[in-house]
C-alpha cells in the first residue's frame, strides 16, 4: 500500500499501525493553528514566566561544580538519586504507600504511557479510556495495534455504570476483556473534569472482576486550585487485599518544564522492574536528573506549587468570566477545580473543525472535540487551554471565538 499523500514510495514498508495512522486529517489543520496570528487557546502549555530559569540554572552550576564527574558518566549521582527520594516523599505526601523500589523516574508522563503500552499490551488486545480523552494517549495507542473503546464521562469523571455495562457485555459475548484502562482522574484532559472517590472505588471493583490494569495519569494532580484532593487511584488500591492493578503516572511538565522531560512511575515492584528493563538504554539523562534532583532538594519546588496554583487559578477565572460574558446561551461549558482545560459543547449542529477558520480570523485557536476521541463523537465541542496565553489576549481570544460561533449558530 502506497500513500500519495506523502508520495514517498516505500510505506508499504511501514509497520501496519504507523501505515494506518499516518496523514490523519488533523495534521493539516494542526499546523494551521500552530501559525495563527492569533489568542493561543489551543496549547496545553504552561505559560512562560512559570518556568523556574534561575534556579535551574543555580542547580545547573552547583551540579557541575559539585558533581559534575559523576553527573555526566554514565550511571548516577547523589543529585539523581534525591531525585528519587522527591519523588517518593510525593508520592507518599499524595496517599501512597510508596518505597523507592516502586518508583522509576521517566522521561515524562507520555514516555511513562509508552513504556506501559509496552509491557502490558499485544497486537489485537483492547483497551478502554474516557471519551474525550488525552490525544497524545490515543496517537500512543494507534502504535500497538489495538482495539481502543471509549466509555463516555461526565461531571463525575467516568460514567462506570456505562463502564460496566460494556464489560457485562463483553463477558457476555466471551469476549476478552480490556487489559489495560486508561484514565485522567483529575482535571481531565480535555474536559477538566475530575473522577469522584466513589467512582475511583467502583473502578477499583471493576478492574479486580474484570482483571485489568488500571493506567492512572495523573498529569495535573498538584494543580488543584479549588475543592478537597481525591486520593489516587494508587493509593485507594493499596488498601485492598489484592491490589496492584494501578501504574500511576506523573510528571515534572507542568511543574517544572516540559523541556526537562522528566517524570515518574509509581508501580508494584514486579511492573517498576519490567518497565525499567524495557527502559534500558532510553533513560532521561543523568545530567538533567541530577539538576532536577539539585533543584527539588532545597525545597523550591514545594514552595513553588502553591504559587503555581494561584495563577493557574487566576487564568481559569479569568476564562470563566470571559466565556460567561461573551458565549452565546446555547453554548456550555465544564468549570475545572485544576489543571489547564475547559471543555465547551455547541449545539448539536455546529462543527467545531468547521468553524476553525473562522475562529482563526477572530483571533482564537482551540483544539476540535472530535480530536479526543478515537471516533466522529465531540464533532460540535472543543477543548479551550488558559494554561498558556497572556490574560488579555485570553479574552479577547474567547471574544472573537464567541463572534465566530455566534456566526455559526
Ligand atoms: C493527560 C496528559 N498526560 C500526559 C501528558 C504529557 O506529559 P509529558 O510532557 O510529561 O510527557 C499531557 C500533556 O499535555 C497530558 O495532558
Not at 514566566?49 to 547523589?78: I, M, N, W
Request: charged share 30%.
Amino acid at each position: 500500500m502506497t500513500d500519495d499523500h506523502h508520495g514517498w514510495p516505500y510505506d508499504h514498508l511501514f509497520a501496519r499501525p504507523v501505515q494506518e495512522s499516518m496523514g490523519g486529517a488533523e495534521y493539516g489543520a494542526w499546523r494551521a493553528i500552530a501559525n495563527a496570528d492569533a489568542a493561543a487557546l489551543s496549547f496545553g502549555f504552561p505559560f512562560p514566566d512559570s518556568f523556574p530559569r534561575d534556579e535551574l540554572l543555580a542547580a545547573t552550576e552547583a551540579v557541575l561544580e559539585e558533581e559534575g564527574a559523576k553527573a555526566l558518566q554514565y550511571g548516577g549521582s547523589e543529585s539523581a538519586d534525591r531525585l528519587v527520594e522527591w519523588t517518593t516523599d510525593h508520592a507518599r505526601e499524595r496517599g501512597m504507600d510508596a518505597t523507592e523500589d516502586e518508583i522509576l523516574l521517566t522521561n515524562g508522563g507520555s514516555h511513562g504511557l509508552d513504556l506501559v503500552c509496552r509491557a502490558f499490551l499485544d497486537p489485537g488486545d483492547r483497551i478502554v479510556v474516557e471519551g474525550p480523552t488525552f490525544m497524545g494517549a490515543l496517537r500512543q495507542f494507534d502504535k500497538f495495534d489495538v482495539a481502543v473503546e471509549s466509555i463516555p464521562l461526565d461531571d463525575d469523571g467516568l460514567d462506570v455504570d456505562a463502564l460496566e455495562g460494556r464489560l457485562e457485555a463483553l463477558e457476555d459475548e466471551d469476549e476478552d476483556p480490556p487489559k489495560l484502562l486508561y484514565t485522567i482522574p483529575n482535571f481531565q484532559n480535555p474536559t477538566g473534569v475530575t473522577l469522584t472517590r466513589d467512582r475511583r472505588e467502583r473502578l477499583l471493583d471493576l478492574a479486580a472482576e474484570h482483571d485489568f490494569m488500571i493506567v492512572e495519569d495523573d498529569a495535573y494532580g498538584d494543580l488543584r486550585y479549588d475543592g478537597e484532593p481525591v486520593a489516587p487511584l494508587r493509593a485507594l488500591d493499596e488498601e485492598r487485599p489484592e491490589g496492584g492493578r494501578v501504574i500511576h503516572l506523573g510528571t515534572f511538565s507542568k511543574l517544572i518544564a516540559p523541556g526537562v522531560r522528566a517524570g515518574w512511575a509509581v508501580a508494584d515492584e514486579t511492573v517498576r522492574d519490567q518497565l525499567r528493563r524495557l527502559n534500558s538504554g532510553g533513560s532521561n539523562t543523568t545530567f538533567m536528573r541530577s539538576v532536577l534532583g539539585k533543584y527539588v532538594d532545597d525545597g523550591t519546588l514545594d514552595a513553588t506549587i502553591p504559587e503555581l496554583c494561584q495563577a493557574y487559578e487566576q487564568r481559569r477565572d479569568r476564562m470563566l468570566d470571559a466565556l460567561e460574558e461573551h458565549m452565546p446561551p446555547a453554548a456550555e461549558w465544564s468549570e475545572p477545580d485544576g489543571g489547564f482545560f475547559v471543555w465547551l459543547e455547541l449545539p448539536e449542529q455546529i462543527d467545531a473543525d468547521d468553524i476553525l477558520d473562522d475562529a482563526i480570523d477572530e483571533g482564537a485557536t482551540y483544539l476540535p472535540g472530535r480530536w479526543f476521541y478515537g471516533d466522529d463523537r465531540g464533532a460540535n465541542c472543543m477543548r479551550l487551554s488558559y494554561s498558556y496565553e497572556e490574560l488579555d489576549e485570553m479574552e479577547h481570544g474567547i471574544e472573537g471565538l464567541s463572534r465566530a460561533i455566534r456566526e455559526a449558530i
